[in-house]
DNA sequence: ACGGATGTGACA
DNA sequence: TTGTCACAT
């Protein structure tokens, strides 16, 4: 008999925290004087007052909107407190309110699976923790109710002329409600302590939703703001989805949206009730057309991802109108300035999280003179990320200019400029967790680091890039050592309370590090390696702070085992070498990224590891799209295999046996031998 | 000359 | 896969 599917429990208690103008609360922290004034947070005064980007509950009273001018604020609410977002390096920089935002998810992952939605927004799932009190101390044995609590909204409660907290108390109380009634009430006791927890750790306000999914906690936590919060129970989903304006539910603020009210005569959610599913399918395809029938009957299966850090890092800015940048060097300085912005990111998120980003991406928006037709976007790009403000900038440039020949055409050559930049923005993606201390890799060449380097071909590349940053190596290294007693690691900064489902990494003895005897040049190359594979080279030494003791850590492995490598061989170094000349991606690049691909494959399938226990997404070197990826893995030279250090060998050894780790695929160790192609 | 700066996710 | 698009705050 088909069952449905093993469909997520309708009986979950999802929340949905939603910060109160968040930027405002940030600015109001900062300058306690503004508290209780119409405060707006703006971007940019010259022209026209700056944009706003958030407005207190007390300027709202006025008319005062997000997407105002500040001057059409200040003709409205002439009191209005108008704050600037801070600018760095001559662009707005959201530093702080990220910061702040991570300090509120810290206070919140406490509790239950947690997920950072954007920087004000956290789910919760409750589930667990609502099921204990329910069955140790539930709401009705109780003898009073907290205050907070006391003031959430509970939609389909009639408050027939009485008080409405006597209402909602007697809700929290009732012995013979629904089971999954009770789990709400309990859900809604934890997200109210919660609250009051976030106000008095951060002096931040939020309010919430809570209700048996995402979508409907959602939409609760908007209905009573500001610090506030609201119980979907389930007897209410009917009536309020038949009179809700489908554009209010999230995903169908747009064009999809719009097509439902246009095409389709819809307006309300309950309008969609009338459309079967099949229907629903044709008219917007399966994936989309399910999704909407199922809202329709306030179904939603999403889960709450346990997910703390974000998944990439960006920075941009636009150049509107009359700032357009029209030449390559303005284009240069202000990739600069976005680099030296993501690259900091990049760093704390190393420092802070252990992570990595493996791709570097590019956007630009631009318009051509003489040539009001011709609509085309220009192209993003993106090719492997390698650390330090310089290498983002050089590469961040290739793309800039691959995409630039590509927007202009084969017919601009020798022809004038004729083009402006209207908007720049680069990411960095792909981020995973360095399983600090398992990698044999990691520990292979942090403990080569501090011996000579012997200047090659590619230590030649990066010169003069001298950084200021502090990338602690070191602690990476400390906390390979603690690893050694088989604790757990990796947590991001902010889960102070404990191991972390997606984030941590948990050890097992494979993973134990170990100390390799190399020879100096060969430590050299690998060095340069495993600094490319973070991106950082020779430039960066200065700033890795490297302990000079040699952390002895004990080998867990025998004598035997472990291979002394000959000296002065050097076929990886020469396979290597030879595949080096090629840069994935952007085709037009002058500089080699070789061994920054090749080495970013092994950074990648190591990770992968990781990648794996986080059900996350797969892992890959740089490619080019174009058949770069050409090796198989029977045309591998065993030889060159096992001039690798021994750990290196058997992980490679399990790419290449699938089917001892079932779930890697045999072919990725092309990554880490096939520095993509492109001529 | 614009809702900016960021972020996530689906799709081809 | 990469790159585009939609959507969101």
Redesign the pocket.
């Known amino acids: 008999m088909p069952v449905a599917r093993p469909e997520s429990s309708n009986s979950r208690v999802i929340a949905h925290i939603?910060m109160d103008c968040?930027y405002v609360q940030v600015e109001q922290r900062k300058q306690p004087i503004l508290r209780g004034h119409p405060t707006a947070v703006v971007?940019?005064n010259s022209?026209?007052g700056g944009?706003l980007?958030a407005v207190s509950y007390e300027a709202r009273k006025y008319g005062v909107k997000?997407?105002m001018r500040g001057d059409e604020a200040k003709k409205v609410c002439p009191d209005i407190q108008l704050v600037q977002v801070p600018v760095a390096r001559g662009?707005?920089?959201?530093t702080v309110y990220?910061n702040a935002g991570s300090e509120v998810v810290s206070v919140l992952s406490k509790k239950g699976r947690c997920e950072?939605a954007?920087?004000?927004?956290v789910y919760l799932d409750l589930t667990e923790a609502a099921e204990t009190m329910l069955a140790d101390n539930p709401p009705e044995r109780l003898e009073v109710i907290g205050e907070e609590a006391t003031k959430s909204h509970i939609l389909g409660l009639h408050l027939d002329g009485a008080d409405a907290r006597d209402c909602v108390r007697e809700w929290f109380l009732k012995k013979d409600a629904d089971h999954r009634d009770k789990l709400l009430a309990c859900g809604a006791l934890i997200v109210a302590e919660l609250r009051l927890e976030v106000l008095k750790e951060t002096e931040f306000t939020c309010s919430a939703g809570i209700a048996h999914n995402k979508m409907l906690a959602k939409l609760a936590s908007?209905m009573n703001k500001p610090s506030q919060q609201t119980i979907v129970p389930q007897s209410s989903v009917e009536k309020l989805l038949e009179s809700l304006p489908v554009k209010k539910?999230?995903?169908?603020?747009?064009?999809?949206?719009t097509s439902l009210q246009v095409d389709l005569g819809v307006n309300t959610v309950g309008d969609l009730l009338k459309f079967s599913n099949q229907k629903l399918q044709e008219l917007y395809?399966?994936?989309?057309g399910t999704w909407l029938w199922n809202i329709a009957r306030g179904v939603c299966g999403l889960e709450v991802?346990g997910r703390l850090l974000?998944?990439?890092?960006?920075?941009?800015?636009?150049f509107?109108?009359?700032?357009?940048l029209e030449t390559i060097s303005s284009v240069k300085k202000w990739l600069h300035e976005?680099c030296e912005?993501l690259s900091d990111r990049l760093l704390s998120d190393l420092n802070q999280n252990k992570r990595i980003a493996r791709?570097l991406?590019l956007?630009a928006s631009a318009?051509k003179m003489n040539d009001s037709e011709s609509i085309k976007?220009?192209?993003?790009?993106?090719c492997p990320l390698r650390y330090g403000v310089t290498k983002l900038q050089e590469d961040a440039m290739s793309l800039f200019n691959a995409g630039l020949g590509e927007y202009l055409g084969v017919y601009h050559v020798g022809k004038h400029q004729e083009w402006a930049i209207?908007?720049l923005?680069i990411?960095a993606?792909?981020i995973v967790v360095i399983p600090s201390g398992t990698h044999s890799i990691m520990k292979y060449f942090c403990n080569q680091n501090q011996t000579s380097t012997q200047s090659n071909m590619l230590s030649d590349a990066c010169t003069e890039d001298r950084e200021s940053s502090d990338l602690h190596l070191a602690d990476l290294k400390i906390d390979a050592y603690k690893n050694e007693a088989g604790t757990e690691c990796c947590a991001p900064i902010l889960n102070t309370s404990g191991p972390d489902a997606e984030e941590t990494l948990k050890l097992d003895d494979n993973q134990a590090p170990h100390i390799y005897e190399v020879n100096h040049q060969r430590a050299g190359l690998a060095e340069e390696a495993l600094l490319q594979c973070f991106g950082c080279e020779n430039d960066m030494e200065s700033k890795i702070n490297q302990p000079k003791l040699n952390l002895a850590v004990p080998n867990r492995k025998s004598g035997k085992e472990k291979r002394k490598i000959e000296k002065g061989s050097s076929s990886i170094l020469q396979f290597f070498s030879s595949q080096s000349q090629s840069l994935?991606?952007c085709s037009s690049s002058e500089h080699p990224h070789g061994i920054g691909s090749t080495f970013q494959g092994i950074g990648a399938s190591v990770s992968g590891k990781l990648v794996q226990e986080n059900h996350s997404s797969?892992?890959?070197g740089?490619?080019?799209?174009d058949g770069g990826w050409s090796y198989k893995s029977e045309e591998i030279d065993p030889t060159v295999l096992n001039e690798l250090p021994l750990e290196i060998q058997e992980e490679v050894r399990a790419w290449l046996h699938p089917q001892k780790q079932p779930r890697r695929r045999g072919s990725d160790i092309l990554h880490y031998f096939s520095p993509s192609t492109n001529k």
């Open positions: 939603d968040f971007q940019y022209w026209k944009g980007i997000r997407s662009k707005a920089d959201l990220r950072r954007s920087i004000d927004e908007g539910m999230k995903q169908l603020g747009g064009k999809l949206g395809g399966i994936n989309t991802e974000p998944k990439s890092h960006g920075s941009g800015k636009t509107p109108g009359p700032q357009a976005l912005e791709t991406t956007h318009y976007k220009f192209p993003s790009k993106s209207t908007g923005s990411s993606s792909k994935s991606s797969s892992l890959s740089s490619s080019n799209g």
